[in-house]
């Protein structure tokens, strides 16, 4: 799984997360530098006190071991034990342990 860390401020700070962008992000692999197989993972939701996100995943099957600056390959242990995810993406850890089998 292809983790980014967010920035050093701003909403959930320096934790580490799935690589996103507010949509439509249909150039974002292109923009990253990524290759590969793009496929639909699902919807979910999560309501901050003030904020509603709506999201929508998609599955990457990247063709290279490169990824851009800042972000790490991590394996299910290394998710597990190292690597803190927001709960805000907490929607797509099925579609997440799945990938990984």
């Given at each position: 799984?292809?983790?980014?860390?967010r920035p050093g401020k701003g909403l959930l700070a320096g934790l580490w997360e799935?690589?996103?962008e507010l949509a439509p992000?249909?150039?974002?692999?292109?923009?990253w530098g990524l290759t590969?197989?793009?496929?639909h993972g699902g919807t979910g939701v999560h309501i901050f006190t003030h904020v509603e996100w709506r999201m929508t995943a998609q599955c990457w099957q990247v063709n290279q071991a490169q990824l851009p600056a800042g972000w790490v390959w991590a394996d299910r242990d290394e998710?597990?034990?190292q690597y803190a995810i927001p709960s805000a993406f907490s929607p797509f850890q099925v579609l997440v342990?799945?990938?990984?089998?």
């Open positions: 799984m292809a983790l980014r860390r799935y690589p996103n992000a249909e150039g974002a692999m292109a923009d590969g197989e793009v496929t998710l597990r034990r342990e799945e990938g990984l089998m």
